[in-house]
């Protein structure tokens, strides 16, 4: 028994190494240019990437702040107080805020009865009413 258990250690110990070779020698061969609409410029790279993580995160904002079933005045400067964080750290980044997000602030900030103002028209209708439904007083 102790020599089927040492003859299949050393098989996989050998398994590994092959593995271990061939990763390695494909890793060598890799460069940033070839991989589709990636360059050798790092930094430009670095910030396209940086763009994606920060627009997924605004659109899972979004998709978390319109599950919100109800909302309370002092719980609505909270969200509005989150959104200028994440407003200002979008702006240090110099990436601009995606569009519902700015909307969703701005129906935030705005008193429940102008929610469906005249100043809200360009305001899609989904938002205006998803966000007056969550601020509608009990």
Do not use: H
Request: charged share 25%.
């Amino acid at each position: 028994m102790f020599i089927l258990v040492e003859v299949i250690k050393q098989w996989y110990q050998r398994r590994v190494r092959e593995e271990n070779t061939a990763l390695d020698a494909a890793l060598n061969q890799v460069t940033f240019g070839e991989f589709p609409g990636m360059s050798n410029d790092m930094e430009g790279d670095a910030f396209v990437w940086l763009t994606c993580i920060c627009q997924s995160t605004m659109f899972i904002l979004v998709e978390v702040i319109l599950r919100i079933p109800s909302l309370t005045e002092p719980g609505c400067k909270q969200l509005c107080a989150d959104i200028s964080y994440m407003s200002n750290v979008m702006g240090a980044l110099e990436i601009p805020l995606s569009r519902d997000i700015t909307d969703i602030s701005r129906l935030l900030n705005l008193p429940y009865d102008r929610i469906d103002s005249a100043e809200t028209e360009a305001v899609p209708k989904y938002l205006r009413g998803k966000i007056a439904a969550m601020r509608r007083p009990n």
